[in-house]
């Protein structure tokens, strides 16, 4: 390059002093969490909203696992049994006409 072409390529700029804006922004006020009061003790609406939201997931959780009020593990157990039985009772009947008895 050339001294004429560096000359042509140098931009002149201003420098800003940006202390002053900083000056200006003033942080905002804390407030109190609206679901407790200043002491840090919370309100009754929010102990009773955990409490609710914990009794719907343990609820949701059951009927999930399949041991809901009509489907107990002993239920559940003895429908399996009964299953298994059925396909052995069905199993000797093939088996025996099969056979020709």
Known sequence: ?????????????????????????VPAPSLPDPDYDES???GFDFVR???????TTSLGST????????????ALDKKIADREQAGK??????????LGE
């Open 1 to 25: 390059m050339d001294e004429h072409q560096q000359e042509r390529d140098v931009v002149d700029g201003e420098v800003v002093d940006d202390t002053s804006t900083t000056a200006l922004v």
């Open 63 to 74: 009927e999930l696992a399949g041991l809901g009020t009509e489907n107990t593990a002993e």
């Open 49 to 55: 909203d955990k409490i609710e939201s914990r009794y």
């Open 40 to 42: 840090g003790v919370p």
């Open 89 to 98: 009772d069905r199993l000797a009947e093939i088996r025996r006409s099969m």
